[in-house]
């Protein structure tokens, strides 16, 4: 089965810094979408990826996706208390119905004022 | 429409009761997920539903968990005889088949249950 590792497991930053979150899959890569989770919360949707080297960006988010490389990566830029959360990405299990999402454990991002 | 939406928030129960609960997805999606999240941990899948058939069930899903959406709209998923490691936040979440090229899962705020 497939498995998504995310790295770092938990982040501190100062407001305004720059960060970077990775996923990395064991298994080929069918897309990829990244959600935002607040504590005790649902999940967010942020963005979906479908195509190796596609980059999307949202305000200040940026996620790129790298096929050969079974892996994404997540920027913020400008860091704000606003984007304290828990980062997830997903991945389908397969191509073809692409209907069930595996997820990561999940980055703690804990932006300091 | 106002997402998708589920009931109770939270349930604190006794080991051995049993517990339901509900999830009303986005009324034009057809897709229909239950997934289980324990501190820490990313959310893992449990079930799905495509209108008003199961169409998986994960071996997580014990004899003890039973989930249905009758008429293709609302899901219940009850739990009978819980136990201390049933504790977890239960998310619901629900999509569209047929969004070209995307299977985007909009999620509940999540039910969250508490075994003691």
């Known amino acids: 089965s497939q498995e998504l590792e995310q790295s770092p497991q938990s982040l501190i930053v100062q407001e305004g810094k720059n960060l970077t979150i990775n996923c990395t899959s064991s298994k080929t890569l069918y897309g990829l979408y990244w959600y935002k989770q607040k504590y005790g919360e649902g999940l967010i949707f942020l963005m979906m990826l479908q195509k190796g080297g596609e980059e999307k960006s949202h305000e200040k988010i940026t996620a790129k996706l790298d096929e050969k490389k079974q892996q994404s990566s997540l920027h913020i830029t400008a860091s704000q208390p606003s984007h304290a959360g828990i980062y997830l990405c997903?991945?389908?299990?397969?191509?073809?119905?692409?209907?069930?999402?595996?997820f990561g454990k999940g980055t703690l991002l804990t932006v300091n004022p | 429409d106002t997402g998708v939406s589920q009931d109770p928030r939270h349930k604190i129960t006794k080991r051995g009761q049993n517990v339901t609960f509900r999830c009303d997805p986005i009324s034009e999606h057809n897709r229909l997920y239950w997934y289980r999240q324990t501190l820490g941990q990313g959310p893992e899948f449990l079930t799905y539903f495509q209108n008003e058939a199961q169409l998986e069930k994960s071996r997580l899903l014990s004899d003890r968990f039973s989930a249905e959406r009758p008429k293709g709209s609302f899901s219940t998923l009850e739990i009978q005889r819980t136990e201390q490691g049933d504790s977890a936040m239960y998310l619901c979440?629900?999509?569209?088949?047929?969004?070209?090229?995307?299977?985007?899962?909009?999620f509940g705020a999540g039910s969250r249950l508490t075994v003691l």
């Open positions: 979440a629900s999509s569209y088949l047929g969004q070209p090229g995307a299977n985007v899962l909009t």
């Open positions: 997903g991945a389908p299990n397969s191509g073809g119905s692409n209907y069930k999402l595996t």
